[in-house]
């Protein structure tokens, strides 16, 4: 779940973007498959977007990391 969080805290908003590098395809097809994000292409020019569900999860969790740094 912690490669995942990283997945999603590295989205730039909710548009088609490449995977950070070191991102695994066995984690983009976990965040796929919990229905967080979206992925498309094939090998080297795979994107991904995050859903309405991952953009609330990445939204809450930043959230809660602010409440915890103050």
């Known amino acids: 779940m912690i490669k995942i969080m990283v997945l999603l805290h590295a989205a730039q908003g909710r548009d088609w973007q ?3 590098k ?3 395809l066995k984690t983009l ?3 796929e498959e919990q229905g967080l994000i979206e ?4 090998f080297q020019k795979r994107q ?3 859903t309405t569900r ?3 999860t990445v939204e809450h969790d930043r959230k809660r990391l602010a ?4």
């Open 18 to 20: 490449t995977p950070p």
């Open 22 to 24: 070191g991102t695994s």
């Open 29 to 31: 097809a976990e965040a």
């Open 39 to 42: 992925v498309r292409g094939e």
């Open 48 to 50: 991904f977007r995050l």
């Open 54 to 56: 991952g953009f609330s």
């Open 67 to 70: 409440a915890r740094r103050s």
